[in-house]
């Protein structure tokens, strides 16, 4: 089990807190003397690297100063073909797993990214630090819970965003709406409309995608509120309760 998880079991929120979102607290100086401490720990490993030692054109900086002088800015191109190919042999570390983002139309159909172990690591805290903010009221208030269930509107692994929703399902507890597994066979459609039925049956504490995602959701089921059959429901004594519950708060607020 991860610390982060103990914790949340454990009740210790002050911990919890301080170790995913104390950096909040930091001065600017301070959170800058990490910054650079964490840039040099780097540079020390991609010197020692095939594919670092080609970013860098065979500087060698000591300093950050030195570093932005020497070293010129890269795009996705310049970490090809060895990160298309996934040739482990030329990186500092060997990844856990490849994830990949978009990719550019006429070039590669993804950008794939190794993640390490370390950076498998320091990412779960910063998984942990948008759920807590995101469900907190208040300074060092850990709302969340292990065992909530979340509606999964991000894209599926081996996307970024899928992988940080099995970040936060391992490292929270949290239980994603359709599961991960059932995610990653689905299209996003597919997806939206299994959450939402089991979130009918199961109920939800929240969502889990881009703002905008939940708008366009709002905005089809909007469009038809009219068409729900809700025949399918009357076997679903639980599922029927909640849509009775949100027509009586529609109506009362005057929406559809």
Not at 59 to 80: G, H, I, Q, S
């Amino acid at each position: 089990m991860s610390k982060i998880r103990e914790l949340l079991r454990q009740g210790r929120y002050d911990e919890m807190w301080q170790m995913c979102c104390g950096f909040i607290d930091l001065s600017l100086e301070q959170f800058m003397a990490i910054q650079y401490r964490l840039l040099m720990e780097q540079l020390g490993l991609l010197k020692k690297c095939k594919l670092g030692r080609k970013l860098m054109q065979g500087a060698m900086p000591e300093t950050v100063e030195e570093f932005r002088e020497e070293v010129p800015l890269t795009t996705y191109a310049d970490y090809c073909p060895e990160l298309l190919e996934k040739n482990e042999s030329v990186l500092p570390a060997k990844p856990l797993f490849w994830q990949h983002t978009s990719g550019r139309s006429g070039e590669y159909p993804y950008k794939w990214v190794p993640v390490s172990e370390r950076y498998y690591e320091e990412w779960s805290k910063t998984c942990a630090a948008a759920a807590i903010f995101a469900t907190c009221n208040g300074d060092r208030q850990v709302n969340i819970r292990e065992g909530w269930k979340l509606l999964y509107a991000l894209a599926p692994r081996p996307y970024t965003s899928g992988y940080v929703a099995q970040m936060t399902a391992e490292h929270l507890g949290i239980k994603f709406l359709p599961s991960l597994e059932e995610s990653d066979a689905m299209t996003f459609e597919e997806r939206i409309r299994e959450g939402f039925r089991q979130a009918l049956s199961q109920g939800m504490e929240g969502f889990s995608g881009l703002a905008g995602v939940l708008v366009a959701i709002g905005e089809q089921f909007r469009t038809q509120s009219n068409k729900v059959n809700i025949l399918p429901l009357l076997s679903q004594p639980r599922a029927l309760l909640r849509l009775a519950k949100g027509m009586a708060k529609s109506k009362s607020a005057g929406c559809p």
